[in-house]
């Protein structure tokens, strides 16, 4: 096997705008990205005052980084810098006033 490809079964490099769009409900827009083995990530999208359109059960561990806006969990407000980790058996349904963008990583299990 060659050095180039073997680096590129290592690596997998996607622009956030190349990444296909799917629409999960009302004024939530979802971009995911390869999944492997290991984890899929994803990129959602929140306009003003959209809200999960069911609860999120959790099989496996989920981790989101704020990255602009405000995602509302229950009682809490995460604002932009915020980095939420739910563990297996975890449930949740975000909601959002001001719109968010939140980048993410759920961990498959084995």
Do not use: C, N
């Amino acid at each position: 096997m060659s050095e180039q490809s073997e680096t590129q079964e290592l690596k997998t490099v996607l622009h956030i705008e190349d990444a296909e769009t799917q629409e999960i409900g009302p004024g939530i827009v979802a971009r995911r990205f390869q999944r492997t083995d290991h984890a899929r990530g994803w990129l959602i999208e929140f306009a003003p005052g959209a809200e999960w359109p069911v609860v999120d059960h959790h099989r496996t561990e989920e981790r989101y980084f704020v990255l602009d806006g405000e995602v509302i969990e229950g009682d809490e407000r995460h604002g932009p810098g915020t980095y939420v980790v739910f563990a297996p058996g975890s449930s949740h349904r975000p909601r959002t006033d001001t719109g968010a963008r939140i980048l993410g990583v759920t961990v498959r299990g084995r």
